[in-house]
């Protein structure tokens, strides 16, 4: 894997950031995800900086795959919350 360009490394800083406030602001309703501490560790961008993948990790999980799911299903919401920041 090539590395990344600074440009590729503050972007993805700045997209951690902003998730991790939208994950921590509350705006997520689904079931799954209340009550579940979630860290947002790192946020790779492509290097055309139009696409990127966030690493999340969760604690005290009862259930991994069903929190996994609810952040998938969550991810158009977190999109267009970060159009608008």
Not at 23 to 28: D, F, Q, S, T, V
């Given at each position: 894997m090539k590395a990344q360009s600074?440009?590729?490394l503050r972007a993805g800083?700045?997209?951690r950031r902003a998730v991790s406030d939208i994950?921590?602001?509350?705006?997520?309703r689904d079931p799954a995800l209340s009550g579940v501490p979630i860290t947002v560790s790192e946020a790779r961008v492509s290097?055309?900086?139009k696409?990127?993948?966030v690493f999340v990790s969760a604690m005290n999980m009862k259930d991994p795959a069903r929190v996994a799911e609810a952040l998938n299903k969550a991810s158009g919401f977190v999109q267009k919350e970060l159009g608008r920041q």
């Open positions: 600074q440009r590729q800083e700045l997209v994950l921590r602001e509350g705006h997520l290097p055309d900086l696409n990127a993948t």
